[in-house]
T-cell receptor, first 113, second 112 residues
Framework: DVKVTQSSRYLVKRTGEKVFLECVQDMDHENMFWYRQDPGLGLRLIYFSYDVKMKEKGDIPEGYSVSREKKERFSLILESASTNQTSMYLC????????????FGDGTRLSIL | AQRVTQPEKLLSVFKGAPVELKCNYSYSGSPELFWYVQYSRQRLQLLLRHISRESIKGFTADLNKGETSFHLKKPFAQEEDSAMYYCALSGGNSGGYQKVTFGTGTKLQVIP
């Protein structure tokens, strides 16, 4: 069975901290994505990656960075966490070139205090 | 710019009643449209895509380019259909790749 695993279901951090969200997929997929999901706003793309060491900005990249050192792992980094980054973060992966996310992780609910 | 509009935040229907979840889009080219679903305490998952012209769990969706709509329909709602539904559009270029834009979602509540 296809698997996208996010390291934490719940995370609480303080303002100004550097925060790492980890995502691993076991399907050898080329494409990986990070979204944030907020009520009334739907899913918004933060960053995506279509190959190892390749990354592209999504629609709301400000305040975030990413790392893709290995094909199976895609990390989202909050350089200096702020309260407006409190959200549900979803990682996804896909095989095809069209960047349509196929498989999602369970999500990480991040609270910034 | 591409945009997806789901006008209803919440749609409540009785079990056995028809369901129509509305989705309208704005895109200058030829889009690819999708519906994603998230059941309570489960992962978001792809439900169907317009190019497949498939019926999944009794749901269908037809792309109407004239009305720029991709409404999701089911003739008889079941309690297990209660979930959050997102319409999404693939279009626009990002280094040769086409990004997906999601709507804000509609929560479907099927009343027993």
């Amino acid at each position: 069975d296809v698997k996208v695993t996010q390291s934490s279901r719940y995370l609480v951090k303080r303002t100004g901290e550097k925060v790492f969200l980890e995502c691993v997929q076991d399907m050898d997929h080329e494409n990986m994505f990070w979204y944030r999901q907020d009520p009334g706003l739907g899913l918004r793309l933060i960053y995506f990656s279509y190959d190892v060491k390749m990354k592209e900005k999504g629609d709301i990249p400000e305040g975030y960075s990413v790392s893709r050192e290995k094909k199976e792992r895609f990390s989202l980094i909050l350089e200096s966490a702020s309260t407006n980054q409190t959200s549900m973060y979803l990682c996804a992966s896909s095989l095809d070139r069209g960047l349509k996310p196929q498989h999602f992780g369970d999500g990480t609910r991040l609270s910034i205090l | 710019a591409q945009r997806v509009t789901q006008p209803e935040k919440l749609l409540s229907v009785f079990k056995g009643a028809p369901v129509e979840l509305k989705c309208n889009y704005s895109y200058s080219g030829s889009p690819e449209l999708f519906w994603y679903v998230q059941y309570s305490r489960q992962r978001l998952q792809l439900l169907l895509r317009h190019i497949s012209r498939e019926s999944i769990k009794g749901f269908t969706a037809d792309l109407n380019k004239g009305e720029t709509s991709f409404h999701l329909k089911k003739p008889f709602a079941q309690e297990e259909d209660s979930a959050m539904y997102y319409c999404a559009l693939s279009g626009g270029n990002s280094g040769g790749y086409q990004k997906v834009t999601f709507g804000t979602g509609t929560k479907l509540q099927v009343i027993p």
